[in-house]
């Protein structure tokens, strides 16, 4: 069965589509980690490296949803055989049948949230999710360059002609303790799901953090975000802002990690 976390009366569970090994190495992917840093993140996240110090990714998207009702999926894993992100990752995916796994009808699927459109987070969406408005923040949408060039054909334009895409506009709620957050630096347009139960917070985070390396040191750039500097800020404020939270997270190790308040600096006593 895979794995749940509770914020109220909504139950957030993880969904894993897949898993297998980053494609070049991982002191590549974050070339300023130090060697106490990578020493550390491995104390804390064994189960994302290898005997061989290779990265080891699973790949997850996260459904929401209160009692019986309908469910909002945050992100569409990596897909099928045939998915844009098979040049890469390991497909294909087995989401169809996690989420069958967790009692959940592809039907009852009313919202799909892609933090950001990076192949890896839009494998299944589309026609397994028909009765879904498909969420893309609008500055996303104005950097299709950067992405796989054949995402407007197999995935926006089909989006679009059914009438599933809506785009949105920075910060937006989606229902009751369920809001989306613009996150941007990973990609121009990333966006975040925050569940907030008032003294009960979980953070969707997609791509905001992809590393243990990114909580020991939300400063740490990833060497494909594609503004490091915004990136950082969107990481430090929302961990600070809203520490303590759970972290759902799509690439660490174990799908929802406690963060606590960050203990204050010591200070050096009198003299």
């Known amino acids: 069965m895979p794995l749940t976390h509770t914020v109220g009366s909504i139950t957030v569970t993880a969904l894993v ?18 060697a106490e840093q990578w020493r550390e993140a ?7 490296v290898t005997p061989d110090r290779r990265w080891w990714l699973p790949f997850r998207a996260f459904a929401l949803r209160t009692g019986d009702g309908p469910v909002t999926l945050v992100d569409a894993g990596i897909g099928p055989a045939d998915a844009l992100a098979a040049s890469w990752a390991p497909v294909p995916g087995r989401l169809p049948a996690e989420l069958a796994a967790a ?21 299944w969406a589309g026609p397994l999710f028909s009765n879904a408005d498909h ?17 407007p054909a197999r995935l ?32 121009p347009g990333h966006q975040s799901v925050l ?7 979980l953070l969707v985070t997609g791509d905001l953090l992809v590393h243990t390396l990114q909580l020991i040191d939300p400063t740490l ?15 430090t404020n929302l961990l600070n802002t809203l520490a303590p939270v759970t ?6 190790g174990t799908p929802f990690t406690p963060h606590p308040v960050p203990a204050p600096p010591a200070h050096p006593g009198p003299r």
């Open 42 to 48: 491995d104390r804390r996240d064994p189960d994302t």
């Open 156 to 187: 926006l334009g089909p989006l679009r002609a059914a009438g599933q895409l809506r785009v949105v506009d920075g910060d937006t709620t989606l229902t009751p303790g369920v809001r989306v957050l613009s996150t941007p630096g990973h990609t």
């Open 103 to 123: 009692g959940i009808d592809p039907a009852d699927v009313r919202t799909v949230v892609l933090t950001h459109l990076h192949t890896d987070h839009i494998g």
């Open 247 to 252: 972290l759902a997270t799509p690439h660490l």
């Open 221 to 235: 750039a990833y060497a494909h975000e594609e503004d490091p500097a915004t990136a950082a800020t969107s990481r």
């Open 195 to 201: 569940v907030d139960d008032g003294d009960d917070r």
């Open 135 to 151: 969420l893309v923040q609008r500055a996303e949408l104005a950097a299709l360059e950067l992405f796989h060039p054949e995402l």
């Open 17 to 34: 589509d897949g898993a297998g090994p980053f494609f070049q190495p991982r002191v590549e992917a974050f070339p300023d980690a130090t």
